[in-house]
């Protein structure tokens, strides 16, 4: 069952950090995964007119964090982001969809996929534009490594 968080007028106080300074955003979770949605902003724009990459990556960042440290009920670092893969441009105004999940975790690492969609707010239709792995380490409040629990993969099917 999802745990339901909505936002408006980026009032949202404390974690999750607000991705983008957009407006307002909805977060959904299960236990091993969150998802943001929100509307990309003229603030988030590259010379070529669209979501500039870096904003893109920020907003992975953000999602991932938020993923890793309510898994590891800890703060936690990023250590790797790899074979980050930009598919398709994302436009100004689009509704945006950031979703990371656990796939793997060490004894103080959670490896994470994230795949980012979006979409033209007159259409239903989501498209991915982003996927990348993300690690993260769970640390205590001395910074050091910090044990997590297991991830134990299940067999689902997972939602556009």
């Known amino acids: 069952m999802y745990n339901k968080f909505e936002c408006f007028l980026g009032l949202y106080i404390g974690s999750p950090p607000n991705p983008g300074g957009c407006l307002f955003y909805l977060m959904t979770m299960k236990k091993d995964e969150l998802e943001f949605q929100f509307i990309s902003e003229p603030s988030d724009v590259n010379f070529g007119g669209k979501v500039h990459g870096g904003v ?69 239709k989501f498209k991915k534009t982003t996927h990348c792995i993300i690690v993260f380490v769970s640390t205590d409040e001395n910074g050091r490594p910090k044990p997590v629990k297991k991830w134990i993969p299940k067999l689902r099917k997972i939602p556009n």
Request: with cysteine; glycine share 8%.
């Open 56 to 124: 893109v990556m920020k907003w992975i960042d953000q999602t991932a964090y938020a993923c890793a440290s309510g898994w590891a009920e800890a703060y936690c670092v990023t250590v790797y982001v790899g074979g980050i893969r930009f598919f398709e441009p994302i436009q100004i105004g689009e509704i945006v969809k950031v979703r990371s999940k656990i796939i793997y975790t060490g004894n103080t690492s959670m490896h994470i996929a994230v795949d980012v969609f979006s979409r033209h707010p007159l259409k239903q």
